[in-house]
């Protein structure tokens, strides 16, 4: 993130007894990453028996950007929030709102019942999916990764509303991998086909938010 070494930053870190660690790390992209605007900067998860994942996001709080980095370790058990820009003071206010957000909405995971718990990580992993579609199509990335994230998106959508009615994004979402499953796979996506899936995955990502709202 260029420049961000001259901007003020602020940390914030919180603790948490669920077993859960990739959960934990996916309410808080959850939390953060929900403000209209949001765009994912850099994301990654350790493959390994001890999970790391790490996330950055550019959002706006009270008409200010900010940038914001969620990182989960299982080894610690612990949220650690940092935020960067121009004043302290607003960083530690959006960070205590954010904070407390993110402990009601473990708290809240932790006393559903099983199949929701279930359902939540699904639609969970979903908005994940409409985060990175968004960043690799911003990263010009070929159109297999821009697929992948569209059809793991919509596995994961479908089976978070199991046995309830059709969502919308189940049909919009078929059709948009027939769109563009025979574009090259190692090109990026057309520029005019890449806008429009962008603005597509706004609304998968509204739907999805519904979703998670119920549980959370």
Not at 60 to 87: C, F
């Amino acid at each position: 993130m260029e420049g961000i070494q001259d901007k003020k930053q602020v940390d914030k870190s919180l603790s948490y007894n669920i077993p859960d660690s990739v959960v934990v790390f996916r309410i808080a992209w959850f939390i953060v990453a929900s403000r209209p605007g949001a765009i994912l900067n850099e994301y990654s998860e350790a493959e390994s028996q001890i999970f790391k994942g790490k996330a950055i996001f550019s959002v706006k709080y009270n008409d200010h950007p900010i940038n914001v980095r969620v990182w989960v370790e299982e080894a610690q058990t612990s949220v650690e929030l940092t935020a960067w820009g121009d004043d302290e003071a607003l960083l530690e206010n959006y960070l205590d709102e954010t904070a407390s957000a993110l402990k009601n909405a473990i708290e809240k995971y932790a006393s559903l019942e099983e199949p929701n718990k279930i359902k939540l990580r699904k639609a969970l992993v979903a908005k994940t999916c409409w985060d990175r579609l968004i960043f690799e199509i911003l990263n010009k990335a070929p159109q297999s990764a821009v697929y992948i994230q569209v059809a793991h998106g919509r596995e994961m959508s479908i089976k978070a509303t199991e046995g309830e009615e059709m969502h919308p994004l189940t049909l919009t979402t078929s059709g948009w991998l027939s769109k563009i499953e025979d574009l090259p796979s190692d090109e990026p996506l057309p520029s005019e086909i890449a806008t429009e899936l962008a603005k597509k995955s706004v609304e998968w990502k509204k739907e999805t938010h519904e979703i998670i709202r119920k549980y959370l």
